[in-house]
């Protein structure tokens, strides 16, 4: 198992900007890629930015060319840099991970931090 604890949630004006950051414990030897996922009241929980081991990242399409992803594997922490925040970016985000040991994929995530964009 892995452990993730987020921080770096709050509450911002539109317009402003965010740093997430998360941290990841445990078997990190079995992780394969991180990134952040979010959900909106009512909404399903979608991708927000994802970055592998060799650095292959992927972005939701919402947030492209606003927000960037990073990792420090010596730290094994995983970040989110958001910009120009808009109310629809209002949502919890949770740290994903996703892990491969004992020759299957598991999938593990934080407990989430609230995200509230609103003047």
């Known amino acids: 198992q892995v452990q993730l604890v987020e921080s770096g949630g709050g509450l911002v004006q539109p317009g402003g900007s965010l740093r997430l950051s998360c941290a990841a414990s445990?078997?990190?030897?079995?992780?394969?890629?991180m990134g952040w996922y979010r959900q909106a009241p009512g909404k399903q929980r979608e991708l927000v930015a994802s970055?592998?081991?060799?650095?292959?990242?992927n972005y939701g399409d919402s947030v492209k060319g606003r927000f960037t992803v990073s990792r420090d594997n010596a730290k094994n922490t995983v970040s989110l840099q958001m910009n120009n925040l808009k109310p629809e970016d209002t949502a919890v985000y949770y740290c994903?991970?996703?892990?491969?040991?004992?020759?299957?994929?598991?999938?593990?995530w934080g407990q989430g931090t609230q995200v509230t964009v609103s003047s």
């Open positions: 445990g078997m990190i030897f079995s992780i394969r890629a």
């Open positions: 970055i592998t081991n060799g650095g292959r990242i």
């Open positions: 994903n991970a996703v892990l491969f040991y004992g020759g299957a994929t598991n999938t593990g």
